[in-house]
């Protein structure tokens, strides 16, 4: 009887470490996530400083897809933050109505068709819609993109006149243009 809850004992100890090391495993890839995020956030914010909206609106509006994680990162970091003389307002994506009602729009990865239904539904017009997967294909005017570890970002210039902004050529000399 003892060996019998001796046993028990031990698969309860080896559940339990097998648990806590999946939760350090999901707390770890959170916090890269969060890190990539937040570097995300930052270079979006410096987006706002090369690109020209011609809206006359009062807030300037960043609306991020799907990702409940980037949302609240990119939210944390750049909601007190103005731009062009006006507060950020972040907003969450849930239809092409809102993409078209952003100065930005973010879509991090996730589902690419949504992403292509959203982007080919909304009005671009004055709208820099931003991926995280290479995207440019599908109508992103930058997408976020890793090489040799680094995070850096492709730009089309022709995209971005699309939708009726004018973007520095600083900006297009920093990222990889397509």
């Not at 062009?84 to 690419?112: E, F, H, L, R």
């Not at 009726?164 to 990889?176: C, F, P």
């Amino acid at each position: 009887m003892d060996m019998k809850v001796f046993k028990n004992f031990k698969i309860k100890i080896l559940t339990m470490a097998a648990i806590f090391m999946a939760f350090a495993g999901l707390s770890q890839a959170f916090g890269q996530e969060s890190s990539i995020y937040r570097l995300q956030s930052l270079f979006l914010y410096n987006f706002t400083k090369h690109v020209k909206w011609e809206n006359e609106s009062s807030a300037f509006t960043i609306g991020i897809y799907g990702s409940p994680n980037a949302f609240a990162e990119i939210k944390s970091n750049l909601e007190s933050k103005m731009v062009w003389g006006k507060n950020i307002n972040i907003i969450q994506i849930n239809t092409a109505a809102d993409v078209s009602n952003c100065n930005i729009a973010y879509m991090p990865k996730s589902n690419k068709k949504k992403i292509q239904e959203l982007m080919s539904s909304a009005n671009l017009s004055n709208t820099l819609v931003v991926t995280e997967d290479d995207m440019m294909d599908d109508g992103a005017a930058i997408s976020f993109v890793f090489q040799q570890s680094n995070m850096k970002f492709k730009i089309s210039k022709a995209k971005i006149e699309q939708s009726g902004l004018k973007v520095s050529s600083s900006l297009l000399s920093m990222g990889i243009a397509v």
